[in-house]
């Protein structure tokens, strides 16, 4: 167990839609990041939070978005849903200033239709 | 740009075998380099670490090497159980930031 996790662990959204998923981090590791990992890809990186701002971002549009809080908690908010957009989504969270490894939550599956 | 490959996308070999997954990076400028293991619902399991100064990482089972000047790393798996089925992925960071460059992934099967 890495001490990450996720919500929903599925999700079915419609084209145009908007979605929120959540990702609740160790305690202590104030940094959190997003990836998006496509069927058969490696993930790819959506954007970093550090202290509740991004510090961070990947080639993602601005409809991609996040927040962070100070209970270690985070979301990934996306607009005006497309059906590339289903992939599965990850979370990662570090020590800051830490080179260790980062530890994943076991990731949201979203679907768009 | 840094490109991460990893080949083969699929490898099935029979218990009890050594094995090797290979991972190449197109740019040496890296910080360190980390194998990553996947597995259905649950997420990503970091393996093995090496900072950009070390030339190998040991595990276990598993050993990671690295060689910068060339672009690649191995992961050699001693002895594969059918518990190592899953697949593995590496990922290179990039100097001064934190975002991870990854790779496709290998899927690994191991049969009984």
């Known amino acids: 167990e890495t001490g990450v996790t996720q919500s929903p662990t599925h999700l079915i959204k419609t084209r145009g839609q908007q979605v929120t998923l959540r990702c609740s981090s160790q305690s202590g590791h104030n940094t959190v990041s997003w990836y998006q990992q496509a069927l058969g890809q490696g993930p790819q990186f959506i954007f970093q939070y550090y202290r509740e701002e991004e510090n961070g971002r990947g080639n993602f549009p601005p409809r991609f978005s996040g927040l962070q809080f100070p209970n270690y908690s985070s979301e990934l908010n996306v607009n005006a849903l497309e059906l590339d957009d289903s992939a599965l989504y990850l979370c990662?969270?570090?020590?800051?200033?830490?080179?260790?490894?980062?530890?994943f939550g076991p990731g949201t599956r979203l679907t768009v239709l | 740009k840094q490109e991460v490959t990893q080949i083969p996308a699929a490898l099935s070999v029979p218990e009890g075998e050594n094995l090797v997954l290979n991972c190449s990076f197109t740019d040496s400028a890296i910080y360190n380099l980390q194998w990553f293991r996947q597995d259905p619902g649950k997420g990503l399991t970091s393996l093995l670490l090496?900072?950009?100064s070390q030339r190998e990482q040991t595990s276990g089972r598993l050993n990671a090497s690295l060689d910068k000047s060339s672009g690649r790393s191995t992961l050699y798996i001693a002895a594969s159980q059918p518990g190592d089925s899953a697949t593995y992925l590496c990922?290179?960071?990039?100097?001064?930031?934190?975002?991870?460059?990854w790779g496709a992934g290998t899927k690994l099967i191991i049969k009984p």
């Open positions: 990662a969270s570090q020590k800051a200033g830490s080179t260790d490894t980062q530890y």
């Open positions: 090496i900072q950009s």
């Open positions: 990922a290179v960071r990039r100097d001064s930031n934190y975002q991870l460059i």
